[in-house]
């Protein structure tokens, strides 16, 4: 389904990504609060052997830990990126399902990150994966939101280009 650009239909799908938006912001603060409840800082339980463990971090930076102890900067970079998504979508002619979707798990994603920099000072992370010898950085829901977000992003967009 397509929405044009009709003032209450814009107003209908701006209001279905902003509630989406704090339903996957919702289901991130509920598995931190889990976590956070039933962990102690590292611990680790092994999910499936060699694979997937439960890990609970703290993370400074952002991903792979990259720009550690960089808070301010980080709160910066989300809030003018959340913003900037914001008045992209204000201003979109047409908008369908599918944008509602990726740009409501893009939002609650950021808001999720966000919401734990400005008040705990650093991400709450614990999904742990790992391939043999490598360990891939432990990673959290608002993470898998954005990231998942970003993929099908990529995809829309090529799709419409080879489609032209």
């Not at 609060?33 to 890990?55: A, M, R």
Request: charged share 15%; proline share 1%.
């Amino acid at each position: 389904m397509c929405y044009n650009s009709t003032g209450d239909v814009m107003k209908k799908s701006f209001s279905l990504i902003m509630i989406f938006s704090f339903i996957f912001l919702f289901i991130d603060q509920l598995l931190i609060f889990y976590f956070c409840e039933n962990f102690i800082l590292n611990e680790s339980v092994i999910l499936i052997k060699n694979f997937f463990s439960i890990t609970l971090v703290h993370n400074t930076g952002a991903a792979f830990s990259i720009l550690k102890n960089s808070r301010i900067f980080l709160i910066i970079i989300g809030v003018v990126s959340l913003f900037g998504i914001l008045f992209y979508i204000i201003r979109l002619k047409k908008i369908n399902n599918f944008d509602i979707f990726v740009f409501s798990l893009l939002i609650g994603g950021l808001l999720g990150n966000l919401i734990d920099r400005i008040f705990r000072c650093y991400v709450i992370d614990y999904l742990s994966f790992n391939f043999g010898n490598y360990y891939f950085p432990i990673f959290n829901f608002a993470d898998v939101c954005i990231v998942v977000s970003i993929i099908l992003m990529i995809i829309n967009v090529l799709k419409e280009d080879l489609w032209k």
